[in-house]
Nanobody, 121 residues
Framework: QVQLVESGGGLVQAGGSLRLSCAAS????????MGWYRQAPGKQRELVAS???????MYAGSVKGRFTISRDNPKNTVYLQMNSLKPEDTAVYYC???????????????WGQGTQVTVSS
């Protein structure tokens, strides 16, 4: 089985920074894409940023230029550096990873438990 464990959320003032981390553990043969999603109260979950196994990145328009996604493959970890935070960035942030457990298995999407990010004005 695979687990994704997130850390780094918290309360920050507008204009501040936070760094989220998400480490995958368990039976892992390979990790394809990794990404961060967020869900604010009363809203649908949305993609914030993603990074492929080849480290190509994609960002939502609302965070482009402020957030940076990166990954450490030996550590099976993905990061989200969030700068110039705004109150509208307040949400629960979820880590996602597309993982193949053993060579002969299909890739499966796994999710972290979520970490709260609150930006005060």
């Amino acid at each position: 089985q695979v687990q994704l464990v997130e850390s780094g959320g918290g309360l920050v003032q507008a204009g501040g920074s936070l760094r989220l981390s998400c480490a995958a553990s368990g039976i892992i043969f390979s990790i394809n894409s990794m990404g961060w999603y967020r869900q604010a109260p009363g809203k649908q979950r949305e993609l914030v940023a993603s990074i492929s196994s080849g480290e190509s990145t994609m960002y939502a328009g609302s965070v482009k230029g402020r957030f940076t996604i990166s990954r450490d493959n030996p550590k099976n970890t993905v990061y989200l550096q969030m700068n110039s935070l705004k109150p509208e960035d307040t949400a629960v942030y979820y880590c996602n990873a597309n993982i193949r457990g053993v060579p002969w298995s299909a890739n499966v999407d796994y999710w972290g438990q979520g970490t709260q990010v609150t930006v005060s004005s």
